[in-house]
């Protein structure tokens, strides 16, 4: 099932339900007024939304239009709790060139820090950033969304309550990512407004591009129309039911949560290309001694689309966003 | 203006306004649902719940009733977002004593953490965590709200938009607090659920106990029944106007953000006690060479509430818990 959520003046927009092909698409009004109240109350609404999409493909909605991904919002345009890892030890490796940290993290605890949740953006929205001396950088990363997961779950407990599969843009600013790093806090600076890209899958629906709770598919990423990297999304040193346990420790996970990958990486990077410009740097610096690479400027396009082993295009959508600068406080 | 939250059945609860000596109180929900809504449209709010509650010190209100802050709710049940400050520079000096932890950041940076905000607990309920084993931690702190402020607001601007001054207990589990450090990612295992004290009030509502956005009253913390500090927070190294500025680099803050103060902490701590007991751990490792106290075990209780400087109790309210074993999941 492929879910997806357009503006209707409210700031958790209206759910719609997509054609198989994700052509078109009907409000599920009648069922829920947005995703996040869906997922509060998944068991019911789920298989409700599920016969929708399937009066849709049959034909039988009056109320069906064409779904315009341009006008979408994220699917889920504000959460309550972001939790985003750094599951692919390839790039992990990277950055601590780049960021010339040592870390001395526990290898069997996942790392995952809490960012801004009250906002994501829009799959085409214009991303305003305070500085490009800031170190503008792109991080594409795959995301699942639960809906309640209570305190003390097991890995294999949390597998259930996996409900949706996302792709993520990260938005960093890698000046002050090692600053912040250095006090113990995590990112506040560093970590502004994630984007999603317009369409969140159900796990079915990616078919063999979901297994051992990995996204199984490659990550397109395009920076001003130039290839910059398609690592593929199964290298996860994690899985997503291992980082959903993870964050539930201690904590009750609300419904509507979203836990994040981390940049996709992978140990070949230099074939497949990076998901985010800071390892691209780390690997000149490896390679050729300094970082040749500059952080994005105002005005530089991102694009990131999934793609499945086979070729086919993925069923997120795009995000396909331009940085800018914020207008003055 | 002190206000309140009831249990209505709804997660954001029901706003009450209540009277001047906090004894009485009155739905607001013809001016707003919740405190979130409330803040929302505090420009439009503010006055009518002004205007109530001198109705309701006038005696004109024929809706009062008692206000019982047993049955209160955290003034803000849940949030968009919670970013705690660590302000006070004598409990960053112990806890790096505490953590055996080198912090290299910048002293004119605020440390600054994003935390859970899904969920702030009542300020009498019971704190479910999965082991005493972890190191069980109060951390007693005030806190502000905020409505929108735009990102890359000044101290100044950011000065204007505290609507609201909050006491805060920031539950914390020692063990796994320097384990999540080093990663530079900060805390997930390490801050489950914070609690609030029953009113929220406005800082015009602290009289003197409001000046150089900074908290000038004592926070008196019991432990089982004992003075465990009384620590006085004027002693902010950043006022909050600052943590909220800072706060505001890179993002917009949504309406009903929290910035919590970090723990309150004196350099007279000999003295004037600790606000949580990883902090008297310090000193007793730096006085005596081991830490002696013990953590919390399940079934302790922990009482905060701060205190005037000319002796009057402080307008909160009381937050007064029980830590208890969670539920298995």
Same mark, same amino acid.
């Given at each position: 099932?492929?879910?997806?959520? =357009?503006?209707?003046?409210?700031?958790?927009?209206? =759910? @719609?339900? =997509?054609?198989?092909?994700?052509?078109?698409?009907?409000?599920?009004?009648? %069922?829920?007024? $947005?995703?996040?109240?869906?997922?509060?109350?998944?068991?019911?609404?789920?298989?409700?939304?599920?016969?929708?999409?399937?009066?849709?493909? #049959?034909?039988?909605? /009056?109320?069906?239009?064409?779904?315009?991904?341009?006008?979408? &919002? /994220?699917?889920?345009?504000?959460?309550?709790?972001?939790?985003?890892?750094?599951?692919?030890?390839?790039?992990?490796?990277?950055?601590?060139?780049?960021?010339?940290?040592?870390?001395?993290?526990?290898?069997?605890?996942?790392?995952?820090?809490?960012?801004?949740?009250?906002?994501?953006?829009? +799959?085409?929205?214009?991303? +305003?950033?305070?500085?490009?001396?800031?170190?503008?950088?792109?991080?594409?990363?795959?995301? @699942? %969304?639960?809906?309640?997961?209570?305190?003390?779950?097991?890995? #294999?407990?949390?597998?259930?309550?996996? *409900?949706? @599969?996302? =792709?993520?843009?990260?938005? $960093? &600013?890698?000046? %002050?990512?090692?600053?912040?790093?250095?006090?113990?806090?995590?990112?506040? !600076?560093?970590? +502004?407004?994630?984007?999603?890209?317009?369409?969140?899958?159900? +796990?079915?629906?990616?078919?063999?591009?979901?297994?051992?709770?990995?996204?199984?598919?490659? &990550?397109?990423?395009?920076?001003?129309?130039?290839?910059?990297?398609?690592? !593929?999304?199964? /290298?996860?040193?994690?899985?997503?039911?291992?980082?959903?346990? !993870?964050?539930?420790?201690?904590?009750?996970? @609300?419904?509507?949560?979203?836990?994040?990958?981390?940049?996709?990486?992978?140990?070949?990077?230099?074939?497949?290309? $990076?998901?985010? %410009?800071?390892? *691209?740097?780390?690997?000149?610096?490896?390679?050729?001694?300094? #970082?040749?690479?500059?952080?994005? #400027?105002?005005?530089?396009?991102?694009?990131?689309?999934?793609?499945?082993?086979?070729?086919?295009?993925?069923?997120?959508?795009?995000?396909?966003?331009?940085?800018?600068?914020?207008?003055?406080?």
């Amino acid at each position: 099932m492929k879910l997806a959520t =357009l503006p209707n003046g409210t700031p958790d927009g209206q =759910l @719609v339900v =997509l054609s198989g092909d994700g052509r078109r698409c009907v409000s599920a009004a009648a %069922i829920a007024p $947005s995703l996040q109240a869906a997922l509060e109350r998944w068991q019911d609404t789920e298989p409700a939304l599920r016969a929708l999409a399937a009066r849709l493909d #049959a034909g039988s909605c /009056a109320e069906a239009m064409p779904f315009e991904a341009a006008t979408a &919002l /994220a699917p889920l345009p504000r959460a309550w709790q972001w939790l985003d890892g750094s599951a692919f030890q390839s790039h992990g490796d990277l950055m601590d060139v780049v960021f010339k940290i040592e870390k001395k993290n526990d290898p069997t605890r996942p790392l995952m820090y809490q960012g801004l949740s009250n906002q994501f953006l829009a +799959p085409g929205a214009d991303v +305003p950033l305070p500085s490009a001396d800031d170190a503008i950088d792109f991080e594409g990363e795959f995301g @699942v %969304i639960t809906d309640t997961v209570p305190m003390g779950a097991s890995a #294999a407990q949390a597998a259930s309550h996996i *409900r949706l @599969v996302v =792709l993520i843009n990260d938005w $960093s &600013l890698r000046r %002050i990512a090692p600053v912040e790093m250095k006090t113990g806090f995590g990112w506040i !600076h560093a970590k +502004p407004a994630c984007s999603m890209a317009p369409i969140a899958v159900t +796990p079915d629906e990616l078919g063999a591009g979901w297994r051992d709770a990995r996204v199984q598919m490659r &990550l397109e990423v395009d920076w001003n129309g130039q290839r910059f990297g398609a690592a !593929h999304g199964g /290298a996860m040193g994690f899985g997503f039911d291992q980082l959903v346990a !993870h964050a539930a420790y201690s904590r009750d996970l @609300v419904a509507g949560t979203v836990i994040g990958s981390g940049t996709v990486s992978n140990s070949d990077y230099r074939t497949v290309g $990076s998901s985010c %410009i800071a390892e *691209r740097r780390a690997i000149e610096t490896v390679d050729q001694g300094e #970082a040749r690479t500059p952080y994005m #400027a105002f005005g530089d396009r991102v694009r990131m689309q999934a793609r499945h082993e086979d070729g086919r295009d993925g069923p997120f959508g795009a995000i396909d966003q331009r940085v800018v600068q914020r207008a003055k406080a």
